[in-house]
């Protein structure tokens, strides 16, 4: 049975599913940072500025002033990172046939200081940084561009929206990530191969018994595995890293990396894995096995350093496979911080010179972490809690007015009175339009952390009924982000279907949010069109709409957008009772306010240029420290163990980062915080009332977003009827697809994707373009 209502309204649609959890998602975009078009004189507030660019920066309109010039620095820029990136690939993936080369390379350049460390290092290292360094002159020189230029006149593909595969254990595989892994199975293959061929010539021109052999072509195997391993690590440290500059000037939010991640680790595992068994399996057939895996030798690598490193691997491995993570999320959580164990005994391991193959990805990610570190060290004042009868709360932090994000960043967090070590990720609920000084997330009450949450929560009176004395403030809660898409994709599509499952309405609430304010005001905006799919265990949920008031925010909507919200409440065949009002919200404003400190700005995403000043005197102080190591302690003294000499870098590194960066970050503080003091001198009032109280006994059918919803019980979205529908009425144009669940809905939606762009035979049929947003860690 199915039963619907539908008021006059505009078409927006907009489809949510609650029966599925949202999940990981990956987007990838070659893409360069696209930002709205804002005139200078209105560049001086969060919401006009380009959404997660740095607070000082100044968008000019370059365009008028000297575009030959500028459009020529900027192609020499990219043409310039993209020829060190291949020529760094191409190093690493043709190592095997190119040694003759890299010992040439090491003759060339090991006359210096740092030694053969130091011309492996420039060789596989430096590059990757190189194209850091010049990421941060490319982001802040040209901070995006207007979002009509991004827009194409005609309807056409693109690999990194295009789904090719939606079924197995990739999930949704876009054309571009399908292309990425076919070349890294291809390398792994093509490189095995040869090196057992070079194993083989190699051992029957040795005059020994076939036994031995034996044992040494099963110790050359593991020897290559490593090898090969040891490169694909380099790929593994390189997403991970959450603001990273690299991620940020492909536009690839960490949520999406983290795919990426888990793809590679378990390559990399899987490599090391093998590596360590030929050995073993070669050292038990010898009976040598205990006493090679307890060796700790001066010269060569250290067997036992090895032996902890894998161990320390395989135990982050085999906890992070999604059955485990899925039932045991502390003990993947746990067991993954032995990430610090892993490197420092790999390093141990193979020594200083081979461990700088990996060093420069290291690097990046270390520089991330620590920065991180001193971001969450700040308590954030929680200036609302609000429980919803849905199961659902809603958290308001507060932040600076500089620290600048879009509608689909995410931000992880801590409350200490749960846990010291547990952060958990939450999409975004709230617009960067709502209000400078706050941010908003919704959290779907679903576990223990979360079912703690809540009860602390409604452990406090409310303030309006009179409580004179209240507790101390039990939530002590700390922030990491916000992080996301350096680009708002949202705002690129003239055409929009949002497809959202239980909770994962959360990131498009923000949208429709973003996107009311600024039809409002009048700012660049291409969603004209917007279809949302909503799909939902029970009807009690339809309240979370009430989030949005988007008659007080945009009272024009109706004539301004076409917005359509289909929504589907799958375990229910007519409404209840309480259909058509919004149950009672607790909510606690305020109350939790105990420290007086918001957000820090010290992140990845925030300011460009004390964050490039970070990288580049953090890398300076690394190799100016390792320089004077070299000189003054192991070549004085005759230091010659690998295992010592590894260590030994590692704390260079380690000190680089902490002593040399450290001094930018304590600077970089002290800047935001004047900065952050001069402007609430001049805007003291206007951010008085900046914080938006829930909505409380609202009735469903004077709300703006319910009245142009149609709700359907007791089935599912048809898809392929929804799809064709508003193919049909948008004509031959590009359909921008954003889907918000578990990996069920992201693969319905992303194969109904690819059958409506592959079935583009029929005239004026649109393109439809695969994108999905939801965090599985």
């Not at 290092?121 to 590059?127: T, V």
């Not at 009272?555 to 289909?566: G, K, M, T, V, Y």
């Not at 048809?718 to 590009?734: C, M, P, Q, R, Y």
């Amino acid at each position: 049975m199915v039963l619907s209502w539908k008021q006059k309204t505009p078409n927006i649609s907009i489809f949510y599913s609650s029966e599925l959890l949202p999940t990981s998602a990956f987007h990838f975009s070659i893409s360069l940072v696209p930002t709205s078009k804002v005139p200078m004189a209105q560049n001086h507030n969060s919401e006009e500025q380009p959404l997660l660019l740095s607070g000082n920066s100044k968008r000019a309109n370059f365009s008028e002033k000297s575009p030959w010039f500028l459009s020529l620095a900027k192609w020499t820029l990219k043409f310039l990172m993209w020829v060190i990136l291949v020529i760094w690939v191409c190093a690493i993936f043709f190592f095997c046939i190119g040694r003759d080369f890299l010992q040439k390379w090491i003759k060339a350049t090991q006359g210096t200081i740092f030694g053969i460390t130091g011309s492996i290092f420039l060789g596989f290292s430096a590059p990757i940084l190189i194209i850091a360094f010049l990421a941060f002159i490319y982001i802040s020189a040209f901070p995006g561009d207007d979002f009509e230029k991004k827009k194409s006149k005609f309807p056409r593909f693109r690999l990194w929206t295009f789904p090719v595969l939606v079924d197995g254990p990739f999930g949704v595989v876009s054309a571009t990530e399908f292309i990425g892994i076919v070349l890294f199975i291809v390398y792994v293959l093509w490189t095995m191969t040869y090196y057992t061929v070079e194993n083989t010539e190699i051992l029957s021109k040795e005059f020994i018994p076939s036994k031995e052999k034996s044992f040494l072509m099963l110790e050359l195997t593991g020897l290559r595995l490593g090898l090969i391993g040891l490169f694909c690590m380099v790929f593994l440290f390189l997403p991970v890293a959450r603001g990273s500059i690299l991620l940020r000037l492909i536009d690839i939010p960490f949520e999406h990396a983290t795919r990426y991640h888990v793809w590679l680790g378990h390559l990399t595992m899987f490599l090391f894995t093998l590596h360590g068994l030929f050995y073993m399996i070669s050292w038990g057939l010898q009976g040598i096995l205990l006493k090679k895996m307890l060796e700790w030798a001066d010269i060569g690598v250290a067997n036992l350093p090895g032996v902890i490193s894998l161990s320390a691997g395989l135990l982050m491995w085999v906890t992070s496979l999604h059955p485990v993570r899925k039932k045991q999320f502390e003990l993947f959580f746990y067991t993954h911080q032995l990430y610090v164990v892993f490197v420092v005994f790999l390093a141990l391991h193979v020594g200083d010179f081979v461990f700088s193959m990996v060093a420069g990805a290291v690097f990046l990610f270390m520089l991330d972490r620590f920065l991180r570190f001193c971001q969450s060290r700040t308590k954030v004042d929680l200036l609302s809690a609000s429980c919803r009868p849905c199961g659902t709360i809603e958290l308001t932090f507060s932040k600076p007015a500089n620290l600048h994000y879009n509608a689909l960043s995410f931000i992880f967090v801590q409350v200490r009175e749960l846990s010291w070590l547990q952060w958990h990720p939450f999409s975004v609920s709230s617009s960067p339009l709502d209000g400078k000084n706050h941010i908003s997330v919704l959290i779907k009450v679903l576990g223990s952390w979360t079912d703690k949450l809540r009860d602390i929560i409604r452990s406090y009176p409310d303030q309006s009924k009179g409580g004179s004395h209240l507790p101390p403030s039990r939530i002590t809660a700390s922030v990491e982000g916000p992080y996301g898409h350096e680009s708002p994709y949202h705002l690129m599509y003239e055409n929009l279907i949002l497809v959202a499952g239980g909770i994962g309405i959360s990131p498009f609430l923000a949208i429709l949010s973003d996107i009311l304010h600024r039809v409002q005001k009048e700012k660049p905006c291409l969603p004209k069109n917007i279809l949302v799919i909503w799909a939902v265990k029970k009807s009690k949920e339809l309240s979370l709409l009430s989030a949005v008031d988007a008659q007080s925010t945009c009272p024009s909507f109706f004539e301004r957008l076409d917005l359509d919200i289909q929504t589907f409440v799958t375990q229910q065949t007519e409404p209840s009772l309480e259909e058509g009002k919004i149950e009672q919200t607790e909510s606690f404003p305020s109350i939790f306010m105990k420290h007086g400190s918001h957000m820090s700005s010290l992140v990845g995403t925030g300011n460009n240029l004390f964050g490039g000043l970070y990288v580049v005197l953090s890398t300076l102080g690394f190799i100016v420290l390792f320089g004077f190591v070299q000189v003054y302690f192991i070549e004085k003294f005759g230091i010659y163990q690998w295992w010592y000499r590894g260590l030994l870098y590692t704390a260079c590194m380690v000190a680089g980062v902490v002593f040399f960066g450290g001094v930018v970050i304590i600077l970089w503080h002290f800047f935001e915080e004047r900065r952050e003091k001069h402007e609430k001198l001049g805007a003291s009032n206007e951010n008085s009332n900046d914080v938006a109280e829930p909505v409380l006994n609202c009735e469903m059918g004077q709300t703006g977003l319910a009245s142009v919803q149609t709700v359907s019980y007791g089935c599912r979205p048809n898809f392929e009827e929804l799809f064709t529908n508003f193919s049909d009425k948008v004509g031959s144009a590009d359909i921008g697809v954003l889907v918000c669940g578990p990996p069920a809905l992201q693969c319905s939606v992303a194969k109904e994707c690819r059958s409506q762009n592959l079935q583009r035979g029929r005239k004026n049929h649109a393109i439809f373009h695969f994108n999905s947003h939801s965090f599985d860690l």
